[in-house]
């Protein structure tokens, strides 16, 4: 049983940066890519930002070069450093584990969320003004 704890959320004003981490208990199959995803309100949850193993990542265009995902070599926490915050970047963060082919297929694992494919946390809330 994995369990996955986000921390680091909060509020920054628009331009800002804020530093996500992940604390990841418990097994976890190489197999598996970790990653980040949110939902915005009134919106669908998202996949953001995805790594494999090896350390291949891949972005949402939205995110793209704003946003950094990495994980330290234990592979028991993983970061997300945000930076150029803006307004619509306010939503509820998750940290994740998905079923991994690649880290770009891993993206759209975490956005569609089935349950069998993908392992959530609880969420860190991320507000941008």
């Known amino acids: 049983h994995v369990q996955l704890v986000e921390s680091g959320g909060g509020s920054v004003q628009a331009g800002g940066s804020l530093r996500l981490s992940c604390s990841i208990e418990?097994?976890?199959?190489?197999?598996?890519?970790m990653g980040w995803g949110r939902q915005a309100p009134g919106k669908e949850r998202e996949g953001i930002a995805t790594?494999?193993?090896?350390?291949?990542?891949s972005y949402s265009d939205s995110v793209k070069g704003r946003f950094t995902i990495s994980q330290d070599n234990a592979k028991t926490n993983l970061y997300l450093q945000m930076n150029s915050l803006k307004s619509e970047d306010t939503a509820m963060y998750y940290c994740?584990?998905?079923?991994?082919?690649?880290?770009?297929?891993?993206?759209?694992?975490?956005?569609?969320?089935?349950?069998?494919?993908?392992?959530w946390g609880q969420g860190t809330q991320v507000t941008v003004s």
């Open positions: 994740a584990l998905a079923v991994c082919v690649a880290p770009a297929q891993a993206l759209a694992v975490l956005t569609d969320g089935r349950p069998e494919y993908t392992t």
């Open positions: 418990g097994y976890t199959p190489r197999s598996w890519c």
């Open positions: 790594i494999d193993s090896a350390g291949k990542t």
